[in-house]
Structure formats: C-alpha cells, structure tokens
C-alpha cells in the first residue's frame, strides 16, 4: 500500500470485516527497477515541496492517514528521524484530493508474480509488467 497502489478495495473490504491494514512496501522500494514511481511522483514532490516535507514523509503520512499501519525499511539515523516526524502536522484535503487523484498501477517483475507451481493469483489486468 503507497500512493501509487492505495490498495482502495483491499482498504474498503478490511474495513467492513474488521481488519486492521499494514502497508508493508510503504516507498514501493520492493522493485529492482531504477524507477520508484512513489518517491518520482510529480504529485508527490509537489505535496512535499509545499509542505516542507519529504516525499517519503508525504508518502508515510497518507498511508498513517488511510488508518494503516506501516512497516518501513529504514536502518539509518536520520531516515528513522524523518519517519517518525509524521506525527505532528496533517495533510490538507487538497493534498489528500491531489493524492487520491494519483493514477494507479502495481509495477512488478514477472519473476516477482510466478510461483513454484505456475503463475500466482494476481491479477494481470492490474499490473504494469516493466521487467523482465
């Protein structure tokens, strides 16, 4: 779950059936691609220019925002710093309706959806296949 893959259905059914959501690829950092469509999102450097933040801070607060919690990979003083300065500031609902508005897609390697047994359950539909 990040601003680029906000996860909206998965977000909606959690809700209904009481479960608690945790975005585990928060900066979509899982890809071994040059190209991080969170951290080079347009809407993103804007909302984080305007505020003073990073886009990484952006991107951490929207998902602290949608009521998940976040699981980040951060072993260095200060990006562990940064990632807990989320908490005293919010987002304005024009930065959450810029956000909300961002296009959507899932950016994977095809290894990444293959199993053992043959082709996972995503679905391709969904997907943005950029490695191969």
Known sequence: MNPIWQQKRLAEFCKDKGIHLTAYS??????????????????????AKARGKSVAQI?????????????????????????????????TNEDRRKISQIPQHKRVTVLGIL?????SSVDLAELDIVEM
Request: hydrophobic letters at 40%; aromatic letters at 8%.
């Open 26 to 47: 928060p900066l979509a950092g899982q890809s071994t691609s040059k190209v991080n469509p969170v951290m080079q999102s347009e809407v993103l450097q804007e909302v």
């Open 115 to 119: 199993s053992p047994d043959g082709v």
């Open 59 to 91: 991107s951490l607060r929207w998902i602290y925002e949608q009521g998940a919690s976040v699981v980040v990979k951060s072993f260095g003083r200060d990006r562990l710093k940064e990632n807990v300065e989320i908490f005293d500031w919010e987002l």
